[in-house]
C-alpha cells in the first residue's frame, strides 16, 4: 500500500511549490516607469546624403537627437503578456545642412508630447518554471525570477507637436502654417529589463513611432512619399508595486498589514 502512495505524494510535492511558485508574478502585477531618453527625428528636412537611409535609421545622429523625458505604468496581464500606459515629452530638429538637400537651408524644431498604449509579449520572461536546475538566493528559497527580461512592443497613441521654422522655411510656397499639429502614432519596437530586487528593475527601450501627419516639421510637398516618423529610446527605473487578493495596486502598503 505504502509503496503505491509513495509516488502520488512525490508528485504532489513538486507540483504544488511549482504551482505556488508560478504565481508569485501576481504579487505585483502593476509597475511605475520613469526615465530620460532621446528622440531622432525622419521627415522632409535634413536627412542623409543618401536615398537609400533603412526606414531613417542612417539620418540618427548626435547632431539631430534631441533629449526627452518618460513616464510609464504597466500591467501585467499574464507572465509574458503585459500592456503599458506611456506618457512621453520631447523635442526632435531637422537642418538640411550637411543632407541630400545643403543648398535649400531649411531648419526646425518642435517640442513633442506622446501619450501612448502598448502591448508586449516578453521573448525571454521574468517568470521561470521549477527545473532541475533551480535558482536559489541568499536565504535558501528559490528563485522564481529570471534577471533578464527581453520583450517586443506595439502600439497607438497621439503626438502633440508645435514646430518653428527658419526664415528660408517661411518663405517656401510648400510652407503652411495652419497645418494641424497633432497626429496618430504607431509606436513599435524592442525592450529590455533587468531585474535588481523584488521591488525594483532598471529597462530600457527602443522603437520607431509612424505617424499620419506629414506636418511634424511643418512641411510637405508633392515629393514627400511618406509621412513624418520619429525613433525613440530611454533608460528608466522600474518600481514593481504589490497587488491585493482583489487585484488592485496597494498604494499604502501600511495599511494592508493581512497581505504579504
Given at each position: 500500500?505504502?509503496?503505491?502512495?509513495?509516488?502520488?505524494?512525490?508528485?504532489?510535492?513538486?507540483?504544488?511549490?511549482?504551482?505556488?511558485?508560478?504565481?508569485?508574478?501576481?504579487?505585483?502585477?502593476?509597475?511605475?516607469?520613469?526615465?530620460?531618453?532621446?528622440?531622432?527625428?525622419?521627415?522632409?528636412?535634413?536627412?542623409?546624403?543618401?536615398?537609400?537611409?533603412?526606414?531613417?535609421?542612417?539620418?540618427?545622429?548626435?547632431?539631430?537627437?534631441?533629449?526627452?523625458?518618460?513616464?510609464?505604468?504597466?500591467?501585467?496581464?499574464?507572465?509574458?503578456?503585459?500592456?503599458?500606459?506611456?506618457?512621453?515629452?520631447?523635442?526632435?530638429?531637422?537642418?538640411?545642412?550637411?543632407?541630400?538637400?545643403?543648398?535649400?537651408?531649411?531648419?526646425?524644431?518642435?517640442?513633442?508630447?506622446?501619450?501612448?498604449?502598448?502591448?508586449?509579449?516578453?521573448?525571454?520572461?521574468?517568470?521561470?518554471?521549477?527545473?532541475?536546475?533551480?535558482?536559489?538566493?541568499?536565504?535558501?528559497?528559490?528563485?522564481?525570477?529570471?534577471?533578464?527580461?527581453?520583450?517586443?512592443?506595439?502600439?497607438?497613441?497621439?503626438?502633440?507637436?508645435?514646430?518653428?521654422?527658419?526664415?528660408?522655411?517661411?518663405?517656401?510656397?510648400?510652407?503652411?502654417?495652419?497645418?494641424?499639429?497633432?497626429?496618430?502614432?504607431?509606436?513599435?519596437?524592442?525592450?529590455?529589463?533587468?531585474?535588481?530586487?523584488?521591488?525594483?528593475?532598471?529597462?530600457?527601450?527602443?522603437?520607431?513611432?509612424?505617424?499620419?501627419?506629414?506636418?511634424?516639421d511643418g512641411y510637405t510637398s508633392q515629393f514627400s512619399k511618406a509621412n513624418d516618423l520619429y525613433?525613440?529610446?530611454?533608460?528608466?527605473?522600474?518600481?514593481?508595486?504589490?497587488?491585493?487578493?482583489?487585484?488592485?495596486?496597494?498604494?499604502?502598503?501600511?495599511?494592508?498589514?493581512?497581505?504579504?
Amino acid at each position: 500500500m505504502a509503496r503505491r502512495i509513495l509516488p502520488y505524494l512525490i508528485l504532489l510535492f513538486f507540483c504544488l511549490p511549482q504551482n505556488s511558485e508560478a504565481q508569485k508574478w501576481k504579487l505585483r502585477r502593476y509597475e511605475g516607469l520613469f526615465g530620460v531618453g532621446f528622440c531622432n527625428y525622419f521627415g522632409d528636412i535634413g536627412g542623409s546624403a543618401s536615398s537609400d537611409n533603412l526606414f531613417g535609421l542612417k539620418d540618427i545622429s548626435l547632431k539631430s537627437t534631441r533629449p526627452s523625458l518618460y513616464l510609464g505604468v504597466r500591467y501585467k496581464i499574464m507572465p509574458n503578456v503585459a500592456v503599458k500606459m506611456n506618457l512621453m515629452y520631447g523635442f526632435i530638429a531637422g537642418d538640411d545642412e550637411g543632407g541630400k538637400n545643403n543648398d535649400r537651408g531649411f531648419k526646425f524644431s518642435t517640442s513633442i508630447f506622446e501619450p501612448s498604449f502598448q502591448a508586449e509579449y516578453s521573448l525571454i520572461s521574468e517568470e521561470q518554471r521549477r527545473r532541475s536546475s533551480a535558482i536559489f538566493n541568499k536565504k535558501g528559497m528559490m528563485n522564481n525570477y529570471s534577471q533578464i527580461n527581453v520583450y517586443l512592443y506595439a502600439g497607438i497613441g497621439g503626438v502633440f507637436f508645435n514646430p518653428k521654422v527658419n526664415e528660408a522655411m517661411q518663405a517656401s510656397p510648400n510652407y503652411d502654417p495652419n497645418h494641424s499639429t497633432f497626429g496618430i502614432v504607431f509606436p513599435a519596437g524592442v525592450g529590455l529589463k533587468y531585474i535588481i530586487s523584488q521591488k525594483w528593475s532598471v529597462g530600457a527601450e527602443f522603437g520607431v513611432r509612424w505617424t499620419t501627419t506629414d506636418y511634424l516639421d511643418g512641411y510637405t510637398s508633392q515629393f514627400s512619399k511618406a509621412n513624418d516618423l520619429y525613433y525613440f529610446g530611454n533608460i528608466h527605473g522600474i518600481y514593481r508595486i504589490r497587488t491585493s487578493r482583489e487585484g488592485f495596486p496597494i498604494l499604502f502598503p501600511g495599511r494592508q498589514r493581512g497581505f504579504r
